[in-house]
């Protein structure tokens, strides 16, 4: 009897699961249900009092910007690695553990991340003390492209390679960084952001530096010896210069002024500003600098070797990354005999600053939609813009004041309203992701100012923008003809392909780079072997910083050198000329 009754029970209740999944099914069907919205998950927060064992791991730059960074993070007191530059067994692991179908630089930086914590527990590590004795930071974006994706991926992965709860914290992301309650385990604090600005600024200017100097250098291998050594010394002073302290800095009665208890914001202004002077102007610092570009100096340049200057540009990781990641581009241009001009990071912040002007423009017109909001819509906006305008301004002038202080040959970041006028026929600004219109503004601008001989484009594979930016470049090229532009999908397999295809293009620029030479010389009146006796005679003409003007409408390295020498030449030549015509008149 009882039986029964608990069978009828039972089948009641399969019955009601069917009706309540028919009638969710139906009613999804009609719109009625309403979504159930995918939600981030919660990070555990990375706490103040974690900050003695806790390692952060970071990476995805080139290995000046690392170590320029872990620098800061180090003197700031974390405990801080660089996960090292992805390579194909990164690539093959974040095919292994992520999700199908995401862009290039999505499988190389979450396998490699999962690569580096599997090394970790190979040497013995638990992966219990891996989890909780580590946290990686990244950057992320809300989209549009795959980017927005990004952490998500890595949690994704981890969880699938068995780290699941290993945290992923974005610098923006205030819930993962903040704890719930006391102090943050990763502080902003000035002496932290300004070290950040300057390992970025010094970063970018060596990583152009290293590229200038290195095809030219006369002794192998001198390049990366004194560029090593020089990274070390920054580096160095990055992580152990003391910060600045106005109680220390001040003594006498402004010391006990400022140490009273009503005059602690005063205290704290002060102390604001000086520990941003420091950061800036600082002795050390400078110092620093000042010792890194007397090395840099010191290595010996032969700058009429004649070599085509290849423009990188492409997807943000694909042309920064210095490894498997874009078929290890940049050293393959070298041995093929070309100079490679690099892309500074500066330059996507300032894209980043620049756009969001024009952002904040359409977000007013939505917020105007009354008459009584429109008064405060507009001084919103214009509050926004003037912001957005100094930080472009000051984001320029410290990164170009770190170019003069480390010889002053670095190249400038290109204008970005230049940038985006040279775009607007063939790509809209608005239609952001990755690097929006600036892969097609950049073409052009290098291309019409004779800045390179080629532009490469490194594009992931899978990569949305890119992808855009490759179908708008055939009417680019279609109105530019003498451009020779390369787009190449980077991906983790095909690196023989992508070569080959580089070095067919490359050859079309050598011509083109030699040519240019031979007129250059020709036009100077002289010939290679009195160029170079001329240079053999006033050895400053063998330094990396010394300055060779640009003459408009040439790219070379070895072109502009000629025709400057030459000039040099003509002008003592005159000197020389007058001053015997004068003795002859003395003498008579
Ligand atoms: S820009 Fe392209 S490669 Fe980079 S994250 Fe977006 S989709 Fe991926």
Redesign the pocket.
């Known amino acids: 009897m009882q039986s029964t009754s608990t069978s009828n029970i039972a089948e009641k209740q399969d019955i009601n699961s069917i009706l309540n999944a028919e009638r969710t099914r139906l009613s999804a069907q009609a719109g009625l249900v309403q979504l159930q919205h995918f939600k981030k998950p919660v990070e555990r927060a990375f706490r103040a009092e974690e900050r003695d064992k806790v390692t952060i791991l970071f990476g995805g730059l080139t290995w000046k910007h690392e170590k320029l960074i872990q620098a800061v993070f180090k003197g700031s007191g974390y405990k801080c690695e660089v996960v090292p530059t992805p390579d194909v067994a990164a690539f093959q692991l974040g095919k292994e553990f992520g999700n199908n179908g ?5 499988y190389f930086t979450v396998g490699n991340l999962v690569q580096y914590l599997q090394k970790l527990e190979k040497q013995g590590m638990s992966r219990q003390e891996i989890i909780d004795n580590h946290v990686f930071f990244t950057a992320g974006s809300c989209g549009p ?3 927005g994706m ?1 952490e998500a991926e890595y949690r994704f992965a981890l969880q699938n390679a068995g780290f699941d709860g290993f945290r992923v914290l974005l610098f923006q992301q205030q819930e993962g960084i903040h704890a719930a309650s006391g102090e943050p385990g990763l502080k902003f604090t000035v002496d932290f952001g300004m070290g950040m600005l300057n390992a970025l600024h010094v970063g970018d200017t060596m990583q152009d530096l290293i590229h200038q100097v290195r095809p030219y250098e006369t002794k192998k291998g001198e390049t990366d010896r004194v560029f090593g050594e020089v990274g070390d010394d920054l580096a160095k002073c990055l992580r152990e210069r003391p910060p600045f302290e106005i109680l220390e800095a001040t003594s006498g009665w402004l010391k006990n002024y400022l140490s009273r208890p009503e005059k602690k914001k005063l205290k704290n202004t002060l102390n604001t500003l000086g520990k941003i002077r420091e950061n800036l102007y600082g002795r050390p610092f400078t110092d620093a600098l000042e010792s890194a570009r007397e090395r840099i100096d010191s290595i010996e340049v032969d700058r009429t070797r004649v070599r085509p200057i290849v423009k990188i540009t492409g ?4 042309q920064t990354t210095e490894g498997d990641g874009n078929f290890n581009m940049f050293r393959f241009l070298e041995r093929e005999g070309a100079q490679v001009l690099v892309e500074p990071i500066a330059t996507w912040v300032a894209y980043l600053l620049y756009q969001a002007k024009f952002n904040a423009e359409r977000r007013k017109d939505v917020q105007q939609y009354s008459t009584r909001k429109k008064l405060a819509a507009e001084f919103d906006y214009r509050k926004k813009v003037l912001g957005l305008a100094i930080g472009e301004v000051m984001w320029q002038y410290f990164y170009h004041r770190i170019n003069r202080k480390l010889g002053g040959i670095t190249h400038k970041l290109a204008p970005q309203p230049e940038l985006d006028r040279l775009a607007a026929p063939f790509y809209n600004r608005f239609a952001r ?3 929006g219109h600036l892969e097609v503004g950049k073409n052009v601008y290098y291309t019409i100012h004779h800045l390179c001989h080629m532009v490469l484009a490194l594009k ?1 594979f ?5 992808t855009q930016s490759d179908g708008a470049q055939s009417a680019v090229i279609n109105r530019y003809k003498d451009m020779i532009f390369l787009p190449i999908e980077t991906s983790g397999e095909g690196e023989v392909n992508a070569h080959s295809r580089v070095q067919m293009a490359l050859g079309e620029a050598k011509a083109k780079a030699k040519l240019e030479f031979e007129q250059c010389l020709q036009r100077s009146g002289k010939s290679l072997e009195e160029i170079r006796a001329y240079v053999d005679e006033h050895p400053e003409l063998k330094r990396p910083f010394y300055h060779v003007p640009h003459v408009e409408g040439i790219a070379g390295t070895a072109a502009q050198f000629v025709l400057h020498v030459s000039k040099r030449m003509d002008r003592e030549a005159g000197v020389f000329r007058r001053s015997r015509i004068r003795m002859k008149e003395a003498a008579a």
């Open positions: 995401q862009c290039n630089p999505t492209c795959r980017f990004y997807e943000f990781w694909a992701g990755g690097e992931p899978g990569c949305m923008p890119s």
